[in-house]
């Protein structure tokens, strides 16, 4: 009596692993795609998460908070299909990155099972050179007179005396500019009235002094806000010092597709739609908002 019923308990200890291996049903696959395989610094980079099983059978990736060199900017819910006996689970995830370089999206696991879904490369770039832009080659030593004419020490005296006017007037004019700046609206105010103030383009003519002034208002408040020397910054310098003090990486990708818009419009003769310019004009806005009410310090 004992021996059988140790061989009993044998026998279900053998099938126990085999039950548990048929609950995983076969035919499971899962894989990933990228709309695209680069992108500038701050674009949206789309990934589609698929898993086809079997109806019953619901298993799908865990997604963790956050990628090595990427920042996860949103997650849709989890769309399901039914055909008959196959089951479809799909996610869509929107990722962004503000490291340069060549990356890797790791893989993600099934839960429960050895499947695994592919990894994926991702260049992270900078804006690209002009077509026409040349890369010129070093010139040669010009050798130059060691003798030096009477006059050119009469015109140097005379520069000098220029110089030193000059250097006195803008002295001057910058400290009467400060006393006009210090009187002047604050640069939260000021920059919100520039914004209301500012008219959509009716015409092709009109849309590039229309980013123009766009492009303006922005690097105006930060000049002022933050002290930096906004108006010098291209837009790749702006982007890369901006995300020190603007910590929703949503919000810098939003600014940064709008910085990438009024480049386009201004170098490359770009012409968008009418809802392109609200939509420029009310990310720059917010923008704005945002860096005003931050508390961290330049």
């Given at each position: 009596?004992?021996?059988?019923?140790?061989?009993?308990?044998?026998?279900?200890?053998?099938?126990?692993?085999?039950?548990?291996?048929?609950?995983?049903?076969?035919?499971?696959?899962?894989?990933?795609?990228?709309?695209?395989?680069?992108?500038?610094?701050?674009?949206?980079?789309?990934?589609?998460?698929?898993?086809?099983?079997?109806?019953?059978?619901?298993?799908?990736?865990?997604?963790?908070?956050?990628?090595?060199?990427?920042?996860?900017?949103?997650?849709?819910?989890?769309?399901?299909?039914?055909?008959?006996?196959?089951?479809q689970l799909q996610q869509v995830l929107?990722?962004?990155?503000?490291?340069?370089?060549?990356?890797?999206?790791?893989?993600?696991?099934?839960?429960?099972?050895?499947?695994?879904?592919?990894?994926?490369?991702?260049?992270?770039?900078?804006?690209?050179?002009?077509?026409?832009?040349?890369?010129?080659?070093?010139?040669?030593?010009?050798?130059?007179?060691?003798?030096?004419?009477?006059?050119?020490?009469?015109?140097?005296?005379?520069?000098?005396?220029?110089?030193?006017?000059?250097?006195?007037?803008?002295?001057?004019?910058?400290?009467?500019?400060?006393?006009?700046?210090?009187?002047?609206?604050?640069?939260?105010?000021?920059?919100?009235?520039?914004?209301?103030?500012?008219?959509?383009?009716?015409?092709?003519?009109?849309?590039?002094?229309?980013?123009?002034?766009?492009?303006?208002?922005?690097?105006?408040?930060?000049a002022r806000a933050y002290g930096w020397?906004?108006?010098?910054?291209?837009?790749?310098d702006l982007l890369l010092k901006i995300?020190?003090?603007?910590?929703?990486?949503?919000?810098?990708?939003?600014?940064?597709?709008?910085?990438?818009?009024?480049?386009?419009?201004?170098?490359?003769?770009?012409?968008?739609?009418?809802?392109?310019?609200?939509?420029?004009?009310?990310?720059?806005?917010?923008?704005?908002?945002?860096?005003?009410?931050?508390?961290?310090?330049?």
């Amino acid at each position: 009596m004992k021996l059988r019923r140790t061989l009993l308990l044998v026998a279900l200890w053998l099938q126990a692993p085999r039950a548990g291996a048929q609950s995983i049903p076969s035919g499971i696959s899962a894989d990933i795609t990228a709309d695209r395989p680069a992108i500038l610094i701050g674009e949206p980079l789309r990934l589609t998460l698929t898993v086809r099983t079997s109806t019953g059978h619901a298993l799908f990736p865990e997604i963790p908070d956050s990628l090595p060199h990427f920042e996860i900017l949103s997650k849709s819910k989890i769309d399901t299909v039914i055909n008959k006996d196959l089951l479809q689970l799909q996610q869509v995830l929107v990722l962004t990155s503000f490291d340069s370089g060549h990356w890797v999206i790791p893989a993600f696991d099934l839960p429960g099972t050895n499947i695994v879904t592919d990894s994926l490369e991702v260049d992270v770039q900078f804006i690209p050179m002009k077509p026409g832009d040349q890369i010129r080659d070093i010139k040669g030593i010009i050798p130059v007179s060691s003798y030096i004419p009477w006059w050119a020490f009469f015109v140097s005296g005379a520069l000098l005396i220029v110089l030193i006017f000059l250097l006195i007037r803008t002295l001057t004019h910058k400290k009467r500019k400060e006393e006009a700046a210090a009187l002047a609206e604050p640069p939260y105010e000021e920059a919100m009235q520039a914004l209301g103030t500012l008219r959509m383009p009716v015409a092709s003519a009109d849309i590039k002094p229309y980013y123009s002034r766009l492009d303006e208002i922005l690097k105006r408040y930060l000049a002022r806000a933050y002290g930096w020397k906004a108006l010098q910054f291209t837009t790749t310098d702006l982007l890369l010092k901006i995300q020190d003090v603007l910590d929703d990486p949503g919000e810098r990708s939003a600014l940064a597709e709008a910085l990438r818009m009024e480049d386009a419009v201004k170098f490359a003769r770009f012409f968008p739609g009418n809802e392109a310019h609200q939509r420029s004009l009310e990310q720059v806005r917010k923008a704005i908002d945002i860096l005003h009410k931050t508390e961290k310090t330049p």
